[in-house]
Every structure is written in C-alpha cells, then in structure tokens.
C-alpha cells in the first residue's frame, strides 16, 4: 500500500506565497517522477510542474518563473514553492507519483488533495 501526504495548502492574499509539501510512504521499490496537478472550479485537472528523479523539471506555462518544484529523494517528498499568487491559481493541489511498488510494477499514485485559495 502507497500513500501520498500532503501538506502546505491554505489562504493567501494576492503577490503572497505558499509551500506544498508531498511525502510517498508505504511499500516503494522507486520513484520516477513526483509532481503536482490542480484542479480548479469548474476546471479540468492541469499539470503544475513535475520532477524525475534525476531532477529534471517541467512547468505549465501558466506558473513559470513564479513556482518551484523540489525533491528529497531520500524522503521520497516533493515541495512546491508557490510565489506571487494569483487568484487564478485558486485550485485543490493534488501530489502525483510516478512508481514502482515493487520491480517491473509501475503504478501512477494521487493524494488526497489539498485546497489553495488566493484572495483578498
């Protein structure tokens, strides 16, 4: 069993910042990839920013030079720094993981989300 625990999310004014964290625990062989999606009110779920596990790194357009994504890899825990917020970022986080629980098994695991409201 894989659990995915978030953290970080809450209110904040416009211009403020917030930090999400993300720990895996349970049964994992590996790690490729953690990251980070958002769902808005009456949106789809989009792609914030994702990391493998060698540090590379990918961003929506829409959060770039704004967000930061970050790994422990020994803590199986991906953050994401969040700067000058915007009511459009206004969504529930959800942490991804990309594992494998046991060799040769790759499995895609979600949080239970965490709610980000940016208003003033």
């Known amino acids: 069993q894989v659990q995915l625990v978030e953290s970080g999310g809450g209110l904040v004014q416009p211009g403020g910042s917030l930090r999400l964290s993300c720990t895996a625990s349970?049964?994992?062989?590996?790690?490729?990839?953690m990251g980070w999606y958002r769902q808005g009110p009456g949106k789809d779920r989009e792609l914030v920013a994702d990391i493998t596990n060698g540090g590379s790194t990918n961003y929506a357009d829409s959060v770039k030079g704004r967000f930061t994504i970050s790994r422990d890899n020994a803590k199986n825990t991906v953050n994401l720094q969040m700067n000058s917020l915007i009511p459009e970022d206004t969504a529930v986080y959800f942490c991804?993981?990309?594992?494998?629980?046991?060799?040769?098994?790759?499995?895609?695991?979600w949080g239970q989300g965490t709610q980000v409201t940016v208003s003033s």
């Open positions: 349970g049964s994992i062989f590996s790690i490729s990839a």
């Open positions: 991804n993981a990309l594992l494998n629980p046991r060799p040769g098994i790759l499995f895609t695991y």
